[in-house]
């Protein structure tokens, strides 16, 4: 199945590192031209330099998402620009992890703004935008997390904006749909990002990556690359009557009994100690 993104317009936000990074430079590898969106001016120009660099093409536009009178702006400003705009990959996320019952009023306010708030402002422009231009096919993806439907160690704002964003994603999809907009979100489980690889593979690291591997049925955790594969689907012309789900990437962790899972945990640890 080949896909390809030739002549289309993507932005992504939270496009410095991680997922997002992986993200952005994918798209350009297909054909895409890319918006890089991120208020960390260094970390996005890079991208850009690194994706022009492989021969891709695209722009570093710096943006803090909680400057909410910025946003609608910018998305129309761009579909004035191209005529069109193909892709919005809501991916920015607020950057503290805040422990659950240390959550302040303004660190929950800041991921609801970043997650939540700014990614609606900016899919209901971009639908708007769509509307004018009669786009045949467009696709929105917010990037979730397995945390939207369990309570786990992340910040009480973390699991909240998760939940609130696969939300988001059947609403914009039942009204985005008469736009040629479809809307869908994918829920990513264990991922070792690229820049944390060196890291999770070294050797010392051996029993820790041992108890993530086998916690999944697979045997192993997930990289940035199965994320990147589900929405490159998700927004190609394979998946143009799919609109409003949400696609889990986590190697069937999450489909298990949690005790079946405790157990096979201490089976392995009298193992280890064996």
């Known amino acids: 199945m080949e896909i390809n993104f030739n002549n289309k317009v993507v932005l992504v936000t939270g496009a410095g590192r991680g997922i997002g ?4 430079n994918q798209f350009a590898i297909d054909g895409a031209y890319v918006i890089a969106i991120d208020k960390d001016q260094d970390a996005g120009t890079k991208v850009i ?85 009669n786009n045949s096919d467009s696709s929105i993806i917010n990037i979730s997390s397995v945390a939207a439907s369990y309570v786990g160690g992340e910040s009480a704002a973390y699991h909240i904006v998760k939940a609130g964003l696969e ?24 991922i070792v990002q690229d820049e944390h690889l060196p890291k999770y593979k070294k050797d010392d ?18 990289t940035a690359d199965d994320v990147v594969s589900a929405i490159m689907y998700l927004c190609s ?24 899972i405790a157990y096979k945990m201490d089976t392995l640890d009298r193992k280890s100690v064996v």
């Open 21 to 24: 990074k992986s993200i952005a």
């Open 49 to 133: 330099e690194d994706i022009k660099q492989a021969g891709g093409d695209g722009e570093f536009r710096e943006l803090n998402l909680q400057n909410t009178n910025e946003l609608v702006e910018m998305i129309s400003s761009y579909g004035k620009r191209f005529g069109k705009l193909d892709v919005l990959i809501n991916n920015a996320r607020y950057g503290e992890r805040t422990p659950p019952l240390l959550e302040t009023e303004q660190s929950f306010k800041s991921a609801v703004d970043v997650s939540l708030v700014a990614s609606l402002m900016l899919s209901q422009e971009f639908i708007r935008v769509n509307g004018t231009q």
């Open 167 to 190: 939300c988001m994603t059947r609403y914009f999809a039942c009204h985005g749909g008469q736009y040629n907009v479809r809307v869908n979100a994918i829920r990513p489980g264990f």
């Open 205 to 222: 690291n051996k029993r820790y990556r041992e108890l993530a591997e086998s916690c999944h049925p697979i045997n192993r955790v997930g």
């Open 237 to 260: 012309d394979q998946a143009k009557f799919i609109t409003g789900q949400v696609l889990t990437v986590d190697g069937g962790l999450t489909i298990q009994d949690q005790w079946d």
